[in-house]
Protein backbone atom coordinates (compact mmCIF):
# COMPACT_ATOMS: atom_id res chain seq x y z
CA UNK A 1 0.00 0.00 0.00
CA UNK A 2 1.04 3.47 -0.81
CA UNK A 3 -0.35 7.13 0.10
CA UNK A 4 0.49 9.71 -1.26
CA UNK A 5 -0.48 13.07 0.17
CA UNK A 6 -0.86 16.36 -1.50
CA UNK A 7 -2.42 19.82 -1.40
CA UNK A 8 -0.07 21.64 1.15
CA UNK A 9 1.33 25.41 0.63
CA UNK A 10 1.51 28.18 2.11
CA UNK A 11 -2.14 30.59 3.09
CA UNK A 12 -3.08 33.96 5.34
CA UNK A 13 -4.22 32.97 8.60
CA UNK A 14 -8.15 33.11 7.92
CA UNK A 15 -7.87 31.07 4.43
CA UNK A 16 -8.05 27.42 3.59
CA UNK A 17 -6.64 24.24 2.25
CA UNK A 18 -7.72 20.98 1.45
CA UNK A 19 -5.13 17.89 1.39
CA UNK A 20 -5.48 14.64 -0.21
CA UNK A 21 -4.43 11.04 0.71
CA UNK A 22 -4.88 8.87 -2.20
CA UNK A 23 -3.87 5.17 -1.76
CA UNK A 24 -3.01 2.39 -3.74
CA UNK A 25 -4.86 -0.82 -3.30
CA UNK A 26 -8.03 -1.71 -2.51
CA UNK A 27 -6.94 -2.38 1.71
CA UNK A 28 -7.39 1.27 2.00
CA UNK A 29 -11.13 1.32 1.75
CA UNK A 30 -11.77 -1.10 4.65
CA UNK A 31 -10.05 0.35 7.18
CA UNK A 32 -9.80 4.22 9.44
CA UNK A 33 -7.72 7.10 8.20
CA UNK A 34 -5.92 9.51 9.98
CA UNK A 35 -4.05 13.20 9.45
CA UNK A 36 -1.56 13.91 11.44
CA UNK A 37 0.58 16.91 12.04
CA UNK A 38 4.29 17.89 12.97
CA UNK A 39 5.29 20.92 14.05
CA UNK A 40 8.92 21.96 14.84
CA UNK A 41 10.15 20.64 17.86
CA UNK A 42 6.62 19.27 18.37
CA UNK A 43 5.69 15.59 18.47
CA UNK A 44 3.30 14.22 16.03
CA UNK A 45 -0.53 14.49 17.22
CA UNK A 46 -3.76 12.91 15.57
CA UNK A 47 -5.76 16.07 13.96
CA UNK A 48 -8.36 14.36 12.64
CA UNK A 49 -9.64 10.32 11.63
CA UNK A 50 -12.62 8.95 9.90
CA UNK A 51 -13.52 5.03 10.43
CA UNK A 52 -14.59 3.04 7.12
CA UNK A 53 -17.89 3.55 7.91
CA UNK A 54 -17.08 7.60 7.82
CA UNK A 55 -17.51 8.59 11.55
CA UNK A 56 -15.51 11.12 12.25
CA UNK A 57 -13.48 12.87 15.00
CA UNK A 58 -11.38 15.56 16.25
CA UNK A 59 -8.58 16.67 18.11
CA UNK A 60 -10.42 19.69 20.09
CA UNK A 61 -7.81 22.58 18.45
CA UNK A 62 -9.61 21.65 15.22
CA UNK A 63 -13.06 21.30 15.75
CA UNK A 64 -15.66 23.45 13.68
CA UNK A 65 -12.61 24.34 11.47
CA UNK A 66 -11.28 21.36 9.98
CA UNK A 67 -13.77 18.23 8.32
CA UNK A 68 -12.29 14.74 6.93
CA UNK A 69 -13.80 13.00 4.33
CA UNK A 70 -13.11 9.84 2.03
CA UNK A 71 -14.12 8.57 -0.91
CA UNK A 72 -14.06 4.82 -1.81
CA UNK A 73 -14.40 4.89 -4.90
CA UNK A 74 -11.34 7.47 -5.26
CA UNK A 75 -9.51 5.54 -2.42
CA UNK A 76 -8.80 9.15 -1.07
CA UNK A 77 -9.15 10.86 2.53
CA UNK A 78 -9.77 14.61 2.31
CA UNK A 79 -8.96 16.94 5.08
CA UNK A 80 -10.73 20.51 4.35
CA UNK A 81 -9.07 23.10 6.38
CA UNK A 82 -10.74 26.42 7.12
CA UNK A 83 -10.05 29.59 9.02
CA UNK A 84 -6.66 28.40 9.53
CA UNK A 85 -4.68 29.92 11.94
CA UNK A 86 -0.42 30.09 12.14
CA UNK A 87 -0.46 27.61 14.88
CA UNK A 88 -1.94 24.90 11.91
CA UNK A 89 1.93 25.75 10.08
CA UNK A 90 3.23 21.99 9.92
CA UNK A 91 3.92 18.90 7.60
CA UNK A 92 0.66 17.26 7.75
CA UNK A 93 0.69 12.80 7.03
CA UNK A 94 -2.00 10.65 6.23
CA UNK A 95 -1.87 7.20 8.06
CA UNK A 96 -4.06 4.21 7.95
CA UNK A 97 -4.76 4.00 11.09
CA UNK A 98 -2.52 0.97 13.60
CA UNK A 99 -0.37 0.38 10.25
CA UNK A 100 2.98 1.66 8.99
CA UNK A 101 1.76 2.86 6.46
CA UNK A 102 1.82 6.74 5.97
CA UNK A 103 2.18 9.13 3.35
CA UNK A 104 5.10 11.30 2.84
CA UNK A 105 3.65 14.37 4.36
CA UNK A 106 2.44 17.87 2.96
CA UNK A 107 3.71 20.80 4.35
CA UNK A 108 1.02 23.41 5.49
CA UNK A 109 2.11 27.05 6.55
CA UNK A 110 0.22 29.30 7.76
CA UNK A 111 1.19 33.52 7.46
CA UNK A 112 -0.35 35.99 10.26
Known amino acids: VQLQASGGGLVQAGGSLRLSCAAS????????VGWYRQAPGKQRELVAG???????NYVDSVKGRFTISRDNAKNTVYLQMNSLKSEDTAVYFC???????WGQGTQVTVSS
Open 95 to 101: NILGTQF
Open 25 to 32: GGFFRWNS
Open 50 to 56: ITSGGIT
